[in-house]
């Protein structure tokens, strides 16, 4: 942990200085100065684009009743390439707008759902109208199936739910 803050804190931003002083010296200071500044505009201007398109992704898998997995992953990863973008550097700048590109963003997201993957057990129990567009849905134990009915009752204008659930045979 303390080699990747290091990594964070130290030595990437030790070598966006010299990478921007190496490019003023080739060219001038007003080139590096307007380089930050341009990289700055583009990327938000882009990350806005991006981030409204991505809004809407998010909406339409949502009316569709679909869990918006890649959409919410997209989203996160324009956020991130705004704050590389943000920052000023040569290199924060070319890993920023390698997220604002939809295919490399989707080359990284395959990367990150693998890497979520790889970590957690994603189970989907009941017959809910959500669908994950990633995640494997494994059948589940018949130990884990609960046999349940609601019933559902209008009192005083108010909604009242009663569940009943069976209870487990012996044989099971």
Same mark, same amino acid.
């Given at each position: 942990?303390?080699?990747?803050?290091?990594?964070?804190?130290?030595?990437?931003?030790?070598?966006?200085?010299?990478?921007?002083?190496?490019?003023?010296?080739?060219?001038?200071?007003?080139?590096?100065?307007?380089?930050?500044? #341009? *990289?700055? =505009? /583009? +990327?938000?201007? &882009?990350?806005?684009?991006?981030?409204?398109?991505? %809004? @809407? $992704? !998010?909406?339409?898998?949502?009316?569709?009743?679909?869990?918006?997995?890649?959409?919410?992953?997209?989203?996160?990863?324009?956020?991130?390439?705004?704050?590389?973008?943000?920052?000023?550097?040569? #290199? *924060?700048? =070319? /890993? +920023?707008?390698? &997220?604002?590109?939809?295919?490399?963003?989707?080359? %990284? @997201? $395959? !990367?990150?759902?693998?890497?979520?993957?790889?970590?957690?057990?994603?189970?989907?129990?009941?017959?809910?109208?959500?669908?994950?567009?990633?995640?494997?849905?494994?059948?589940?134990?018949?130990?884990?199936?609960?046999?349940?009915?609601?019933?559902?009752?209008?009192?005083?204008?108010?909604?009242?739910?009663?569940?009943?659930?069976?209870?487990?045979?012996?044989?099971?």
């Amino acid at each position: 942990m303390a080699v990747r803050l290091f990594l964070l804190f130290v030595v990437i931003p030790i070598t966006e200085l010299f990478l921007l002083f190496e490019f003023a010296s080739r060219t001038s200071a007003g080139w590096a100065i307007a380089l930050v500044v #341009l *990289t700055g =505009l /583009v +990327g938000y201007w &882009l990350a806005q684009s991006q981030g409204l398109r991505t %809004y @809407r $992704r !998010i909406q339409s898998d949502l009316l569709a009743g679909k869990i918006p997995t890649d959409a919410l992953l997209d989203g996160m990863m324009i956020f991130l390439a705004g704050a590389f973008l943000l920052t000023p550097g040569i #290199l *924060t700048d =070319l /890993v +920023g707008f390698s &997220l604002l590109i939809p295919v490399s963003r989707s080359y %990284y @997201r $395959r !990367i990150v759902l693998g890497w979520v993957k790889s970590r957690f057990t994603w189970r989907q129990m009941g017959g809910g109208s959500f669908h994950s567009s990633f995640f494997s849905q494994d059948a589940p134990d018949s130990s884990e199936i609960v046999d349940a009915e609601v019933d559902q009752t209008t009192v005083d204008g108010k909604i009242v739910q009663h569940l009943e659930q069976d209870e487990p045979d012996a044989s099971d």
